[in-house]
């Protein structure tokens, strides 16, 4: 079956301080992975978005970067943490191949606080 | 344009009672339906999803939801709550997007239970 992993589970860190979080999909190849962040009273805002290694999709400009380095891994980044990045942070696969009925299966979050 | 509207904030119920969280979507072509729920600190869980067939779906934990293309609406029912349903429900849409696709979601709706 599969899983997805995320950690850390929690961060508090500094302004300006670089960021990286990280996210692994076991028991599927090339699937979809999504980043996504949770701020209070905002829902969930798709950030990033990757079919492939090294193939990544932004919604929006923002303060934040995505890697894949490896088919199931999906890395989170910033150079610069802003108060405005503290939320709760989600991934999420779906299957390979891109239709709008695909199921997203979510990982447990990064809960991030910037001080 | 595309987006999905939960007009409840938060939601009171008392337990062994029915239960309707009201979800309206927009989407331009034929839409693909999913509610998601978020236990405190937790990832999304898929209760149900609608893409095609009876307009009447079935999900987990005793949830269905109907779908109402006339309104526009995909909410999500239960003829009686329990205590754990208490948590955070997510309607979305899946629409195309950049090189694939994506979940739209709502902002969510909290639910408590009361005994």
């Known amino acids: 079956s599969q899983t997805i992993h995320q950690w850390p589970a929690t961060l508090v860190q500094p302004v300006g301080s670089p960021l990286s979080l990280e996210c692994t999909v076991e028991?599927?190849?090339?699937?979809?992975l999504y980043w996504y962040r949770q701020a209070a009273g905002r829902g969930l805002q798709l950030l990033f978005y990757?079919?492939?290694?090294?193939?990544i999709s932004s919604e929006v400009p923002q303060n934040l970067s995505a890697s894949r380095p490896q088919d199931r891994q999906f890395i989170l980044s910033s150079k610069k943490l802003l108060l405005s990045d503290s939320g709760f942070y989600l991934c999420?696969?779906?299957?390979?191949?891109?239709?709008?009925?695909?199921?997203?299966?979510f990982g447990p979050g990064t809960r991030l606080t910037v001080l | 344009a595309q987006s999905v509207t939960q007009p409840d904030i938060h939601i009171t119920v008392s337990e062994g009672a029915s239960l309707e969280l009201r979800c309206n979507y927009s989407y331009g072509a034929t839409p693909y339906l999913f509610w998601y729920v978020q236990s405190p600190g937790q990832g999304l869980q898929l209760l149900l999803k609608?893409?095609?067939?009876?307009?009447l779906v079935q999900g987990i934990k005793g949830f269905e939801a109907e779908f109402k293309r006339s309104q526009s609406s995909f909410n999500l029912r239960k003829p009686s709550v329990h205590w754990s349903d208490a948590a955070e429900y997510f309607c979305?849409?899946?629409?195309?997007?950049?090189?694939?696709?994506?979940?739209?979601f709502g902002k969510g709706t909290t639910l408590s239970v009361s005994s």
């Open positions: 609608y893409f095609s067939g009876d307009t």
């Open positions: 990757s079919v492939g290694i090294g193939q």
């Open positions: 028991g599927t190849s090339n699937p979809n």
């Open positions: 999420a696969w779906s299957v390979t191949g891109s239709t709008r009925s695909d199921t997203q299966y």
């Open positions: 979305a849409v899946g629409v195309l997007w950049q090189a694939g696709t994506a979940l739209i």
